[in-house]
């Protein structure tokens, strides 16, 4: 599943691309990928990106008029950048997203089509999508072992737990936790006692060179 570190390689490379650029059209390959009937898909047609944001595992285009487009990548999901107008690919291609310069694509290699796309209006709607998680990347330590403290689970619950921290999931936890030699059935509490500084640090890198998401990530949009 897309976490923090691929999230993060594909908000700086759409901020990069994007943001400034007219979406022209979307082309949906597969009817269950939109989610959403009001406003219509045809409403953020022809409209100019002005910024781009994470919201726990999903990414925001902000676009005129007060809409935004939800992308939920799930499981299986990922983007490639291709030439404008590039056709959808084969059985894996979900939907594409033709902007003034290229074409990014919307897959997903899975049987199981969980990926989806929410087209909505204003602030007001999309903070229905929030779960409350704090953001690693913008975390203080003590931020972060405040919500260690209050988590009553393991260590690797507690990093997963969307209510708790945003964009963590089960593969980046992992990697967390091993980079700071913590144990995933440790008491979360514990560990914040001991100052939770080694967690935070690693949890607030997840786009290094030698973050393997990130790395994965980087080649899939190319």
Request: charged share 25%.
């Amino acid at each position: 599943m897309p976490e923090l570190p691929d999230l993060t390689v594909y908000l700086d490379f759409l901020q990069a691309n994007v943001v400034g650029q007219t979406l022209e059209g979307v082309r949906v390959a597969s009817p269950f990928v939109l989610r959403t009937a009001d406003p219509p898909l045809k409403a953020i047609e022809n409209k100019r990106v002005l910024g781009l944001r994470r919201m726990g595992k999903r990414l925001i285009l902000e676009l005129e008029d007060d809409l935004f487009l939800v992308i939920h990548l799930m499981i299986a999901g990922r983007f490639r950048w291709k030439e404008r107008g590039a056709p959808i690919t084969g059985k894996i291609g979900l939907a594409a997203f033709d902007f003034s310069n290229g074409t990014l694509l919307l897959t997903e290699a899975s049987q199981k089509k969980r990926a989806a796309l929410h087209v909505i209006r204003g602030e007001a709607a999309l903070a229905d999508f929030e779960r409350g998680g704090l953001e690693p990347l913008e975390a203080t330590l003590e931020e972060f072992r405040s919500r260690l403290l209050a988590s009553n689970h393991t260590v690797k619950r507690a990093l997963t737990d969307p209510d708790v921290f945003s964009g963590i999931g089960n593969a980046y936890s992992d990697e967390i936790l091993h980079r700071a030699d913590v144990t995933g059935q440790a008491d979360a509490c514990d560990v914040a006692g001991r100052g939770g500084a080694a967690l935070r640090r690693h949890a607030r890198s997840p786009a290094g060179v030698d973050c393997p998401a990130a790395n994965r990530s980087q080649r899939r949009l190319s």
